[in-house]
């Protein structure tokens, strides 16, 4: 397919034009649809929280499965997208138009498989994901109305990956902050007005994902400058489904380590009662709404990454990813300072009557913006290889916090110290990973020179 001169024109603009425009430029839109999407994230922990302490914790519980949704969701959109870029970069569209629909079509059948299988074993689910017997109905009425939505759920985070791996995030952004916007205005609706109670916010957020993935199969299928889906080119091949793999999974890693742990740190604290586990549910979902700043402005980056590595700019993938990393490390390090100073008032906001979920969010939140200022690092020691198509080094970075650090901390340090190992794991954790971080795109710069060098020389 001949490019358009719109098209044309971004892709010159992330090989040419100053890295802190472009990637500022493209980072704008997924940053909004990051914080949107944690906004409505969090309208849910709210409004569901007025409703009771258990019943707060069951937000947290469904999270879980709503990760691992996302997890499979992110390792095809990403796996799938990255590929598409390089391939567009090396100027291979046609296959960049194939893989786009593989991606699509095979998102929305694992979707019906989990719509399936979750909603037939409905309440194994949800205590196998560390609900207690108090927090399970509440659970069960919440998770009935995700498992349904689970297909358009996958697509719209797949198409929203591929619309931003060719420069297009600006499209992929009105598809979910509609979405999102939505969700925050029918919450109220659904769980006060129509006495719906948690299944209300489910089906709340269930709505807003149909609607996101209505407007971004049109932004897709529309616009002329964007890679269409189309059931014609479903033509799926064991190799392709390798190089999304390749390319994905430190996504799944990430994202599926992160809902064990989530599930592990439920398990570890029912033995406090369901106040620690709504507490722990309100202060990560309070650090993913920070955090999301920071995904999406790495996302910002990792188009112009995996275009310049196809393109053979190796100098400008490093100076792209510094540019990130000190810009990440300066804001995270603002946003740290003014969290610590009103910690205990972010927790009240969504539990003031309950003094127990107050005390044991408040600690676990300082705790957690003290390492904040390193997901920067983190972040691109993970987005950097992964944009292009290191796999292995992507996948140790993205499981490092949650596999090899935070769930042998929580085993060991909770046995020892209580309550106190579950809310000082995770900054424990965010050291860790830093270090492995600095380790990897250390031998990534390395590398990049060496090719750079290599290049010099073919051309003299």
């Known amino acids: 397919m001949e490019q358009t001169k719109e098209t044309h024109d971004q892709y010159y603009e992330m090989a040419h034009a100053p890295v802190g425009r472009v990637i500022s430029k493209l980072a704008v839109p997924t940053i909004i649809s990051m914080l949107v999407t944690s906004i409505y994230n969090m309208a849910d922990t709210f409004f569901v929280s007025q409703l009771g302490t258990s019943a707060s914790g069951a ?29 567009i970069g090396a100027g291979n569209r046609e296959l960049a138009e194939k893989l786009a629909s593989i991606a699509f079509f095979t ?19 949800v205590m196998m994901l560390g609900s207690t017997v108090t927090i399970a109905p509440y659970a069960e009425a919440y998770a009935s109305y995700i498992l349904l939505a689970a297909p358009f759920m996958m697509t719209s985070f797949i198409m929203n990956n591929i619309l931003r791996f060719q420069g297009k995030a600006l499209f992929a952004m009105v598809g979910i902050t509609t979405g999102g916007i939505l969700n925050i205005v029918l919450d109220p609706i659904f769980i006060f007005g129509m006495d719906m109670g948690t299944a ?28 269409s889906i189309d059931i014609r080119k479903f033509r799926p091949t064991l190799k392709l489904y390798g190089q ?22 439920n398990v570890m604290a029912q033995p406090y009662g369901d106040a620690a586990i709504a507490a722990m549910s309100i202060v990560n979902r309070f650090m993913m709404f920070v955090g999301s700043a920071m995904i999406g402005f790495g996302q910002g980056f990792q188009p112009v990454c995996s275009y310049c590595f196809g393109a053979g700019m190796y100098k400008r993938v ?26 205990g008032n972010i927790v009240a906001v969504f539990r003031k009557d309950d003094l127990d979920v107050i005390r044991i969010g408040t600690l676990a939140l300082r705790l957690q913006l003290c390492t904040l200022p390193l997901m920067g690092i983190t972040v691109m020691g993970n987005m950097t290889p992964q944009s292009m198509g290191y796999g292995t080094w992507a996948t140790l970075v993205s499981t490092a916090r949650q596999g090899w650090f935070l769930i042998p901390l929580l085993l060991f340090l909770t046995p020892v110290i209580g309550i106190l190992g579950i809310q000082i794991a995770q900054p424990l954790a965010d050291v860790g990973t830093t270090v492995l971080a600095v380790w990897v795109l250390h031998l990534i710069f390395k590398e990049l020179l060496q090719k750079e060098e290599l290049a010099e020389q073919n051309q003299n």
């Open 318 to 343: 490093k100076e792209a990813c510094m540019f990130c990393i000190k810009v990440s490390t300066a804001v995270l390090f603002v946003f740290a300072v003014i969290g610590l100073i009103f910690s």
């Open 107 to 125: 998102g929305f059948g694992m979707g019906l498989v989990i719509t399936v299988l979750g909603t037939a074993n409905i309440h194994a689910l």
């Open 200 to 227: 209300g916010a489910a089906l709340a957020t269930g709505i807003s994902q149909f609607v996101s993935f209505c407007i971004l199969v049109a932004m897709c299928n529309i616009r002329k400058d964007c890679i």
């Open 59 to 87: 937000v947290g519980i469904i999270f879980s499965a709503m990760s691992i949704i996302q997890a499979l969701s992110f390792m095809i959109g990403i796996g799938s997208g990255n590929y598409i870029a390089r391939l």
């Open 244 to 265: 999304i793999l390749y390319g994905g999974v430190a996504s799944l890693g990430r994202q599926g380590i992160a809902s064990v742990a989530t599930i592990l740190m």
